[in-house]
Protein backbone atom coordinates (compact mmCIF):
# COMPACT_ATOMS: atom_id res chain seq x y z
CA UNK A 1 0.00 0.00 0.00
CA UNK A 2 1.42 3.67 -0.51
CA UNK A 3 1.90 6.05 1.57
CA UNK A 4 1.21 9.31 1.88
CA UNK A 5 4.75 10.33 0.80
CA UNK A 6 4.78 8.24 -1.84
CA UNK A 7 1.14 10.08 -2.95
CA UNK A 8 2.42 13.38 -2.28
CA UNK A 9 6.23 12.65 -4.46
CA UNK A 10 3.92 11.01 -7.26
CA UNK A 11 2.10 14.05 -7.64
CA UNK A 12 4.65 16.01 -7.86
CA UNK A 13 6.11 13.88 -10.75
CA UNK A 14 3.12 14.36 -12.43
CA UNK A 15 2.69 18.06 -12.29
CA UNK A 16 6.85 18.22 -13.34
CA UNK A 17 5.76 16.13 -16.48
CA UNK A 18 2.47 18.25 -17.37
CA UNK A 19 4.84 21.69 -17.00
CA UNK A 20 7.46 20.38 -19.27
CA UNK A 21 4.86 19.08 -21.28
CA UNK A 22 3.49 22.70 -21.62
CA UNK A 23 6.60 24.22 -21.67
CA UNK A 24 7.74 22.31 -24.92
CA UNK A 25 4.51 22.76 -26.39
CA UNK A 26 4.78 26.83 -25.78
CA UNK A 27 8.51 26.90 -26.96
CA UNK A 28 7.34 24.70 -30.34
CA UNK A 29 4.45 27.66 -30.81
CA UNK A 30 6.49 30.25 -30.10
CA UNK A 31 9.36 29.23 -32.58
CA UNK A 32 6.66 28.74 -35.20
CA UNK A 33 5.44 32.44 -34.55
CA UNK A 34 9.09 33.69 -34.77
CA UNK A 35 9.47 31.93 -37.99
CA UNK A 36 6.51 33.02 -39.52
CA UNK A 37 7.15 36.69 -38.51
CA UNK A 38 10.75 36.65 -39.86
CA UNK A 39 9.33 35.99 -43.31
CA UNK A 40 7.76 38.84 -45.27
CA UNK A 41 7.58 39.51 -48.65
CA UNK A 42 9.27 41.47 -50.65
CA UNK A 43 6.02 43.01 -52.12
CA UNK A 44 2.42 42.66 -51.64
CA UNK A 45 0.31 40.34 -53.58
CA UNK A 46 -2.00 43.49 -54.80
CA UNK A 47 1.16 45.09 -56.07
CA UNK A 48 2.25 42.44 -57.98
CA UNK A 49 0.82 41.55 -61.53
CA UNK A 50 -2.25 39.40 -61.84
CA UNK A 51 -1.83 35.90 -63.31
CA UNK A 52 -5.44 35.61 -64.11
CA UNK A 53 -5.44 38.64 -66.10
CA UNK A 54 -1.93 37.64 -68.40
CA UNK A 55 -2.38 33.66 -68.15
CA UNK A 56 -3.77 32.25 -71.04
CA UNK A 57 -7.00 29.78 -70.33
CA UNK A 58 -5.95 26.01 -69.78
CA UNK A 59 -5.94 24.46 -73.28
CA UNK A 60 -9.86 23.23 -74.12
CA UNK A 61 -10.77 19.42 -74.58
CA UNK A 62 -10.51 19.64 -78.05
CA UNK A 63 -7.62 21.35 -79.11
CA UNK A 64 -4.29 20.02 -79.68
CA UNK A 65 -2.30 21.48 -76.73
CA UNK A 66 -4.47 19.11 -74.67
CA UNK A 67 -3.71 15.97 -76.96
CA UNK A 68 -0.34 17.30 -76.29
CA UNK A 69 -0.90 17.15 -72.28
CA UNK A 70 -2.33 13.46 -72.77
CA UNK A 71 0.99 12.52 -74.37
CA UNK A 72 2.74 13.90 -72.15
CA UNK A 73 0.90 12.37 -69.41
CA UNK A 74 1.54 8.80 -71.20
CA UNK A 75 5.08 9.63 -71.45
CA UNK A 76 5.53 10.44 -67.86
CA UNK A 77 3.70 7.18 -67.00
CA UNK A 78 6.81 5.61 -68.87
CA UNK A 79 9.40 7.33 -67.08
CA UNK A 80 8.34 5.97 -63.17
CA UNK A 81 9.85 2.74 -65.53
CA UNK A 82 12.97 4.20 -64.38
CA UNK A 83 12.96 3.59 -60.89
CA UNK A 84 16.12 6.48 -60.43
CA UNK A 85 13.89 9.07 -62.38
CA UNK A 86 10.64 8.32 -60.20
CA UNK A 87 12.35 8.20 -56.88
CA UNK A 88 13.53 11.98 -57.94
CA UNK A 89 10.26 12.98 -58.64
CA UNK A 90 8.86 11.50 -55.55
CA UNK A 91 11.84 13.36 -53.61
CA UNK A 92 10.67 16.36 -55.62
CA UNK A 93 7.50 16.66 -54.17
CA UNK A 94 8.21 18.08 -51.53
CA UNK A 95 6.53 21.23 -50.55
CA UNK A 96 6.51 22.05 -46.48
CA UNK A 97 9.66 21.43 -45.52
CA UNK A 98 12.48 24.17 -47.28
CA UNK A 99 15.66 22.66 -45.87
CA UNK A 100 14.68 18.98 -48.37
CA UNK A 101 13.53 21.28 -50.76
CA UNK A 102 16.64 23.64 -51.25
CA UNK A 103 18.70 20.37 -50.58
CA UNK A 104 17.08 19.61 -53.71
CA UNK A 105 19.69 22.21 -55.83
CA UNK A 106 22.71 21.26 -53.53
CA UNK A 107 24.71 19.68 -56.27
CA UNK A 108 23.41 22.12 -58.96
CA UNK A 109 24.42 24.90 -57.16
CA UNK A 110 27.62 24.13 -55.18
CA UNK A 111 26.28 24.86 -51.95
CA UNK A 112 23.79 23.67 -49.58
CA UNK A 113 21.33 26.23 -48.48
CA UNK A 114 20.25 26.23 -44.83
CA UNK A 115 19.55 28.97 -42.06
CA UNK A 116 22.79 27.97 -39.96
CA UNK A 117 24.95 27.57 -42.80
CA UNK A 118 23.95 30.42 -45.76
CA UNK A 119 21.62 32.24 -43.59
CA UNK A 120 22.04 35.88 -46.04
CA UNK A 121 20.74 33.14 -49.23
CA UNK A 122 18.39 31.46 -47.17
CA UNK A 123 16.87 34.53 -46.40
CA UNK A 124 16.03 35.49 -50.03
CA UNK A 125 14.85 32.32 -50.95
CA UNK A 126 11.99 32.38 -48.27
CA UNK A 127 11.06 35.82 -48.33
CA UNK A 128 10.95 35.71 -51.88
CA UNK A 129 8.94 32.70 -52.00
CA UNK A 130 6.76 34.80 -49.59
CA UNK A 131 6.46 37.01 -52.30
CA UNK A 132 5.61 34.54 -55.57
CA UNK A 133 3.69 31.46 -53.89
CA UNK A 134 0.62 33.43 -53.42
CA UNK A 135 0.76 34.53 -56.88
CA UNK A 136 -0.58 30.90 -58.56
CA UNK A 137 -4.15 31.16 -56.09
CA UNK A 138 -6.77 33.30 -57.69
CA UNK A 139 -6.22 31.61 -60.91
CA UNK A 140 -6.14 27.92 -59.63
CA UNK A 141 -9.54 28.62 -57.81
CA UNK A 142 -10.75 30.48 -60.98
CA UNK A 143 -10.26 27.76 -63.24
CA UNK A 144 -10.16 24.37 -61.28
CA UNK A 145 -8.70 22.50 -63.38
CA UNK A 146 -8.95 18.83 -63.07
CA UNK A 147 -5.47 16.95 -62.61
CA UNK A 148 -4.22 13.98 -64.72
CA UNK A 149 -4.38 11.28 -61.96
CA UNK A 150 -7.84 12.41 -61.47
CA UNK A 151 -8.86 12.68 -64.91
CA UNK A 152 -7.48 9.19 -65.34
CA UNK A 153 -8.25 7.67 -62.03
CA UNK A 154 -5.03 6.98 -61.54
CA UNK A 155 -2.90 6.56 -58.40
CA UNK A 156 0.41 8.83 -58.03
CA UNK A 157 3.81 7.43 -56.83
CA UNK A 158 4.29 10.16 -54.88
CA UNK A 159 1.11 9.43 -53.16
CA UNK A 160 -0.50 12.66 -53.04
CA UNK A 161 -4.00 11.53 -54.09
CA UNK A 162 -5.84 12.89 -50.99
CA UNK A 163 -3.55 16.48 -50.68
CA UNK A 164 -4.15 17.23 -54.23
CA UNK A 165 -7.76 15.86 -54.97
CA UNK A 166 -10.10 18.99 -55.88
CA UNK A 167 -7.40 21.46 -55.98
CA UNK A 168 -6.79 23.14 -58.99
CA UNK A 169 -4.18 22.13 -61.34
CA UNK A 170 -3.05 25.17 -63.57
CA UNK A 171 -1.11 26.78 -62.60
CA UNK A 172 1.44 24.41 -61.14
CA UNK A 173 2.59 25.92 -57.99
CA UNK A 174 5.99 23.47 -57.62
CA UNK A 175 6.64 24.56 -61.05
CA UNK A 176 6.01 28.46 -60.03
CA UNK A 177 7.76 27.96 -57.25
CA UNK A 178 10.66 25.77 -58.22
CA UNK A 179 11.95 27.73 -61.82
CA UNK A 180 11.56 30.87 -59.34
CA UNK A 181 14.09 29.21 -56.38
CA UNK A 182 16.23 28.67 -60.16
CA UNK A 183 15.86 31.95 -61.04
CA UNK A 184 17.17 33.12 -57.71
CA UNK A 185 20.25 31.06 -57.43
CA UNK A 186 21.25 31.46 -61.21
CA UNK A 187 21.19 35.16 -60.09
CA UNK A 188 22.99 34.48 -57.00
CA UNK A 189 25.56 32.77 -58.60
CA UNK A 190 25.57 32.53 -62.55
CA UNK A 191 28.38 31.03 -63.15
CA UNK A 192 25.98 28.34 -62.04
CA UNK A 193 23.41 29.09 -64.15
CA UNK A 194 23.23 25.97 -66.64
CA UNK A 195 23.09 23.25 -63.99
CA UNK A 196 21.07 25.18 -61.90
CA UNK A 197 18.17 25.80 -64.89
CA UNK A 198 18.80 21.81 -65.78
CA UNK A 199 17.75 21.01 -62.17
CA UNK A 200 14.89 23.20 -62.40
CA UNK A 201 13.77 22.01 -65.35
CA UNK A 202 13.49 18.54 -64.59
CA UNK A 203 12.17 19.29 -60.77
CA UNK A 204 9.18 20.75 -62.92
CA UNK A 205 9.06 17.45 -64.73
CA UNK A 206 8.77 15.76 -62.27
CA UNK A 207 5.06 16.83 -61.53
CA UNK A 208 4.13 15.39 -64.91
CA UNK A 209 5.48 12.41 -64.33
CA UNK A 210 4.13 11.50 -61.31
CA UNK A 211 0.74 12.77 -62.94
CA UNK A 212 0.24 15.79 -60.55
CA UNK A 213 0.37 18.36 -63.13
CA UNK A 214 -0.35 18.41 -66.87
CA UNK A 215 2.45 19.45 -69.81
CA UNK A 216 0.96 23.13 -70.26
CA UNK A 217 0.33 23.67 -66.25
CA UNK A 218 4.12 23.09 -66.28
CA UNK A 219 4.79 25.14 -69.18
CA UNK A 220 2.71 28.20 -68.43
CA UNK A 221 4.14 28.34 -64.63
CA UNK A 222 7.53 28.84 -65.84
CA UNK A 223 6.62 31.88 -67.13
CA UNK A 224 4.38 32.94 -64.32
CA UNK A 225 7.70 32.43 -61.99
CA UNK A 226 9.58 34.64 -64.82
CA UNK A 227 6.74 37.31 -63.88
CA UNK A 228 6.96 37.20 -60.55
CA UNK A 229 11.35 37.04 -60.38
CA UNK A 230 11.06 40.14 -62.17
CA UNK A 231 9.02 41.48 -60.01
CA UNK A 232 11.04 41.10 -57.54
CA UNK A 233 13.86 43.42 -59.33
CA UNK A 234 12.07 46.74 -58.38
CA UNK A 235 12.17 45.97 -54.68
CA UNK A 236 15.00 47.75 -52.99
CA UNK A 237 14.59 45.54 -50.15
CA UNK A 238 15.18 42.33 -52.23
CA UNK A 239 18.42 43.75 -54.15
CA UNK A 240 19.92 44.53 -50.74
CA UNK A 241 19.23 40.95 -49.68
CA UNK A 242 20.47 39.51 -52.86
CA UNK A 243 23.95 41.20 -52.56
CA UNK A 244 24.36 40.05 -49.46
CA UNK A 245 23.60 36.77 -50.81
CA UNK A 246 26.17 36.60 -53.61
CA UNK A 247 28.24 37.88 -50.86
CA UNK A 248 27.60 34.91 -48.84
CA UNK A 249 27.80 32.40 -51.83
CA UNK A 250 31.61 34.10 -52.87
CA UNK A 251 32.38 33.83 -49.38
CA UNK A 252 31.43 30.42 -48.85
CA UNK A 253 32.55 28.53 -52.15
CA UNK A 254 35.92 30.59 -51.63
CA UNK A 255 35.10 32.81 -54.67
CA UNK A 256 33.74 31.90 -58.18
CA UNK A 257 35.71 30.32 -61.06
CA UNK A 258 34.24 33.50 -62.57
CA UNK A 259 35.85 35.93 -60.20
CA UNK A 260 39.15 33.96 -60.17
CA UNK A 261 39.22 33.39 -64.05
CA UNK A 262 38.61 37.36 -64.52
CA UNK A 263 41.14 38.32 -61.72
CA UNK A 264 43.81 36.28 -63.02
CA UNK A 265 43.23 37.68 -66.59
CA UNK A 266 43.46 41.47 -64.88
CA UNK A 267 45.80 41.13 -61.87
CA UNK A 268 46.91 44.78 -63.13
CA UNK A 269 43.89 46.45 -62.77
CA UNK A 270 42.30 45.52 -59.11
CA UNK A 271 40.09 48.46 -58.78
CA UNK A 272 38.51 47.90 -62.00
CA UNK A 273 35.08 46.15 -62.88
CA UNK A 274 34.54 43.85 -65.04
CA UNK A 275 31.34 41.94 -66.78
CA UNK A 276 31.28 37.98 -66.36
CA UNK A 277 32.83 37.29 -69.12
CA UNK A 278 35.85 39.82 -68.30
CA UNK A 279 35.22 43.28 -70.02
CA UNK A 280 36.03 46.48 -68.50
CA UNK A 281 33.19 48.07 -67.91
CA UNK A 282 32.67 51.70 -67.29
CA UNK A 283 30.58 53.51 -63.93
CA UNK A 284 27.53 53.79 -65.42
CA UNK A 285 27.04 49.96 -66.03
CA UNK A 286 23.78 47.90 -64.31
CA UNK A 287 24.19 44.57 -63.87
CA UNK A 288 26.59 41.70 -62.41
CA UNK A 289 29.84 42.97 -61.75
CA UNK A 290 33.04 41.98 -60.44
CA UNK A 291 35.37 44.24 -58.37
CA UNK A 292 37.65 43.67 -56.20
CA UNK A 293 37.51 40.34 -56.61
CA UNK A 294 33.91 40.53 -55.72
CA UNK A 295 30.33 39.92 -57.48
CA UNK A 296 27.90 42.42 -56.93
CA UNK A 297 24.77 44.32 -58.37
CA UNK A 298 24.74 47.88 -59.61
Given at each position: ?135 RKETKAHYKR ?70 SDVDNSRTAA ?73
Amino acid sequence: MATKKDITLKKHNNMRKTYWMLASVMMAAMSISAQDTAVQPYIELDQLPKLINIMPEPPAFDSPEFANDVVRYCWGKQQRQDSERVAQAIADAEWDDHVKLYQLWKEAFGLEIDPANTPEIWTLLENSLATTDPMRKETKAHYKRQRPFERFDDTMPSHEEDELRGEGSYPSGHSLRGWTISLLLAQIAPERADQVYKRGWDYCTSRVIVGAHWQSDVDNSRTAASIGFCALQGSEEFIAQMRKAQAEYTAKTQGSSAISAVSAQNPALPSRAYNLQGQSVAADYHGIVIEKDRKRIR
